[in-house]
């Protein structure tokens, strides 16, 4: 059976390009574009992971994120954050305190999303990814810690 896939973006573009390539690589994908429809599709079709959007009209990505980690039945679904607001304290933010959550900056290449939601879903990909994410977390951590101290 395909894993699913929900890509949730207010610009259609985006949506259909991953719709695209994670299709070519044979994942089943769901589309949504605002925090409120991703909410009812994730109801309605149980995904395997979330491609969130953190930047949308209405709802924002965390808030979606939020809500998703606050049910019993989705505080375990895997979220890969998209942002083109890719500072360092909001791809710390999207991953710190969540081991399902990952971040990518826009723009991508679309093989490097795939790749990427590959690594997540994959069991025997899963230990290599969650030791790569943790040095990815390490490090932006020291990095926010040390603008936060020159700030100061």
Known sequence: MNKKVLVVDDESSIRKLLSVALGNRGFEVIEAEDGMVALAAIKAHN???VV???MMPGMTG???HE???SR???KELPVLFLSAAGTFEEQHRSIAAD???DY???PFKPSEVVDHIDAMLDPAKRAEFERERGRREAKLSK???IMHRDRD
């Open 62 to 64: 965390h808030e979606v």
């Open 104 to 106: 990518l900056p826009k």
């Open 99 to 101: 081991p399902f959550a």
């Open 47 to 49: 995904p395997d992971l």
């Open 52 to 54: 969130l959007d953190v």
């Open 143 to 145: 990095i926010v810690e």
């Open 72 to 74: 019993p039945e989705t």
């Open 67 to 69: 809500r998703l980690r």
